[in-house]
């Protein structure tokens, strides 16, 4: 094996100390999950110094959408992803949508999350083969946009999008949820050359419900 890309995850930084986050920041995960990903950060880097394996970290921040030409998508039957839940209610797939805690220290009270095209993200992953392919040394790079939506503008945009009205119910805060992750997203662009084509909400969430809609009419 002479090039490794690994899957990480935006849930290493935990409750992150500024907004956006930058891939020097402290990691201080607060899930099973998080600290799962940054274990496997550790032994990569370990393995690199050792075995002079290259290698590049991606950091995933909430991936969502799908295949513009509906080719794939997300199948997960009773998936958590909020984009993914708004979609499924505003189609009647659910009855209602839970809002998990409105008590942040955010704008509306709600979590805030930096969503990335999951088309994006595969672009993301050519351009880190290249990369190492080229020569590039090791690196570990977030994947976001650099702009964060709280769990409110999510709904109102997948409303809008779908044209329904849904209903949503506000519950209890999560253990273990963030109030604010937003990924500071400069390095990953100069250093890989990446350049998102799919930076916009709207459009994430019309993938999203285009693909939903493919499932149901598969289902009827």
């Given at each position: 094996?002479?090039?490794?890309?690994?899957?990480?995850?935006?849930?290493?930084?935990?409750?992150?100390?500024?907004?956006?986050?930058?891939?020097?920041?402290?990691?201080?995960?607060?899930?099973?999950?998080?600290?799962?990903?940054?274990?496997?950060?550790?032994?990569?880097?370990?393995?690199?110094?050792?075995?002079?394996?290259?290698?590049?970290?991606?950091?995933?921040?909430?991936?969502?959408?799908?295949?513009?030409?509906?080719?794939?998508?997300?199948?997960?039957?009773?998936?958590?992803?909020?984009?993914?839940?708004?979609?499924?209610?505003?189609?009647?797939?659910?009855?209602?949508?839970?809002?998990?805690?409105?008590?942040?220290?955010?704008?509306?009270?709600?979590c805030i999350r930096?969503?990335?095209?999951?088309?994006?993200?595969?672009?993301?992953?050519?351009?880190?083969?290249?990369?190492?392919?080229?020569?590039?040394?090791?690196?570990?790079?977030?994947?976001?946009?650099?702009?964060?939506?709280?769990?409110?503008?999510?709904?109102?945009?997948?409303?809008?999008?779908?044209?329904?009205?849904?209903?949503?119910?506000?519950?209890?805060?999560?253990?273990?949820?963030?109030?604010?992750?937003?990924?500071?997203?400069?390095?990953?662009?100069?250093?890989?050359?990446?350049?998102?084509?799919?930076?916009?909400?709207?459009?994430?969430?019309?993938?999203?419900?285009?693909w939903e809609r493919?499932?149901?009419?598969?289902?009827a």
């Open positions: 094996m002479r090039y490794f890309i690994f899957s990480s995850s935006a849930a290493v930084y935990g409750n992150p100390q500024r907004v956006p986050v930058r891939e020097d920041d402290p990691t201080v995960p607060t899930s099973p999950y998080g600290s799962s990903k940054l274990m496997s950060e550790v032994m990569l880097r370990d393995a690199g110094m050792a075995h002079g394996l290259r290698h590049v970290i991606l950091r995933y921040f909430n991936v969502a959408g799908a295949d513009p030409l509906g080719r794939t998508g997300q199948s997960t039957k009773g998936a958590t992803h909020l984009i993914k839940v708004a979609v499924e209610t505003a189609l009647g797939r659910r009855p209602k949508m839970d809002v998990f805690g409105t008590d942040y220290p955010t704008p509306d009270g709600t930096d969503y990335i095209h999951v088309s994006d993200l595969v672009a993301a992953h050519a351009d880190a083969l290249a990369y190492l392919r080229d020569g590039g040394a090791s690196a570990t790079l977030n994947c976001g946009y650099g702009h964060g939506f709280s769990v409110l503008d999510v709904i109102d945009i997948v409303k809008r999008v779908a044209g329904v009205d849904f209903k949503v119910e506000l519950a209890p805060r999560r253990a273990g949820d963030p109030a604010q992750i937003v990924a500071a997203c400069d390095r990953i662009s100069c250093t890989l050359g990446w350049q998102p084509r799919f930076n916009n909400l709207q459009t994430i969430v019309a993938h999203a419900l285009a493919k499932l149901s009419k598969r289902a």
